[in-house]
């Protein structure tokens, strides 16, 4: 498929994306960091520009080009991304959270260096809950309707009882599950979505075809929204 041959389904529409890790720093030259390619999120920032949306991609660090027309715009820590997100989520149909980011933070990063110690002593990292970018954003959808929600879970297990149970708690119309170790850095994957109807698994494909499958998956319950 090239992308003229693309129906336009989300003409008009406004689809904001997350994508790729985050990386929050230990010291000027460390850090801990999730696994993620990004590909999965380029892809459909993608086709959500092919199927005619206007796209922003906020982007942890990836070696990814940006899909042609979309604006992208980088970040690399998560609270870097939740201000980036919530900055540009007004006016916005669709917001969809592809990124892994990192749950926590180190709260007692270094300015400098830290220096290998003679007596072998270790550094004590202590942590930080970061921001939740998805709960923040569907807080806003709960106030004013608008955006429609989608998250993804990577999980290493139970992926059909997990993800349905996330997808409550997160209070998202749609959420896209994965398992994990199967997917990170690879050009295929498979994918299982959970909405109110309970779930369905798509065949395992390459990531810019399942997420032109997504993408009218969501054009389809944003049509039936606005009826
Ligand atoms: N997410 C987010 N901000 C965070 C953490 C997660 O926006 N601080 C988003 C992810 O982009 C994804 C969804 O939430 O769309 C689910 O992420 P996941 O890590 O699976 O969920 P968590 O609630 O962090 O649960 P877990 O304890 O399983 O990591
Ligand atoms: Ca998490």
């Given amino acids: 498929l090239i992308a003229s041959f693309q129906p336009k389904v989300l003409e008009g529409k406004r689809v904001l994306i997350t994508a790729g890790p985050t990386f929050e720093a230990i010291d000027p030259v460390r850090g801990i960091t999730n696994l993620s390619s990004g590909k999965m999120g380029y892809a459909i920032a993608r086709a959500a520009r092919e199927a005619g949306a206007e796209v922003i991609l906020v982007s942890g660090p990836t070696a990814l080009p940006t899909p042609h027309g979309v604006r992208r715009v980088n970040v690399i820590s998560a609270r870097q991304m939740s201000e980036a997100v919530m900055d540009a989520v007004h006016g916005q149909h669709v917001f969809i959270g592809v990124a892994a980011v990192a749950d926590w933070r180190v709260s007692n990063a270094s300015d400098q260096k830290m220096k290998k110690q003679a007596g072998g002593e270790t550094p004590h990292l202590e942590f ?42 997160k209070g ?38 399942l997420a032109r499958q997504l993408i009218c998956e969501i054009a389809k319950r944003l049509d039936k929204r606005s009826l």
């Fill in 128 to 169: 930080e809950e970061n921001p939740d970018i998805l709960a923040s954003v569907a807080a806003t959808t709960s106030l004013s309707g608008w955006p429609y929600c989608v998250g993804f879970a990577a999980e290493s297990e139970n992926l059909v009882e997990y993800g349905a149970a996330k997808r409550e708690r």
């Fill in 172 to 209: 998202i119309p749609l959420l896209v599950g994965n398992i994990g170790h199967h997917t990170f850095g690879q050009d295929d994957n498979q994918i299982v979505l959970f909405d109110d109807d309970g779930h369905t698994v798509l065949p395992r494909a390459d990531k810019l075809t």
